[in-house]
């Protein structure tokens, strides 16, 4: 049974016991994992940076490359444009390989029942 001696508590009291608990669990179900998270994302886009650096100095290497070649004469006419179309079709089929490879394995791609 209660103790006689023991202090009453209103309901008021338990009202702000409860909105502590709940904010208490949300925060610690919510915000501190997205503080952990903070760490990954810097990693992740810290090395998306530099992948995106790192082509471009290959694609510009590529243009320098094919502008030296021999078989362009880079001064004039027509021929002069082919190492930037080169180029530009690399970058794109870079682009290309990349987006596949991202979406090929898509969490949110639902899988057909038969297969």
Do not use: C
């Not at 208490?24 to 919510?30: I, L, N, R, S, V």
């Not at 990954?40 to 290497?61: D, I, N, Q, S, T």
């Amino acid at each position: 049974m209660a103790d006689a001696n023991a202090p009453r508590t209103k309901p008021a009291d338990h009202v702000n016991e409860l909105k502590g608990l709940v904010v208490g669990y949300a925060k610690q179900e919510t915000v501190d994992p997205l503080k952990s998270l903070g760490r990954y994302l810097g990693y992740g886009l810290g090395g998306a940076f530099l992948v995106g650096v790192g082509m471009v100095f290959l694609l510009m290497a590529l243009l320098r490359g094919l502008q030296s070649a021999p078989w362009f004469d880079h001064n004039s006419g027509a021929a002069s444009l082919v190492p930037y179309a080169a180029t530009f079709v690399a970058a794109i089929i870079v682009i290309a390989v990349a987006g596949y490879l991202g979406f090929k394995n898509d969490p949110n791609k639902k899988k057909d029942a038969a297969s």
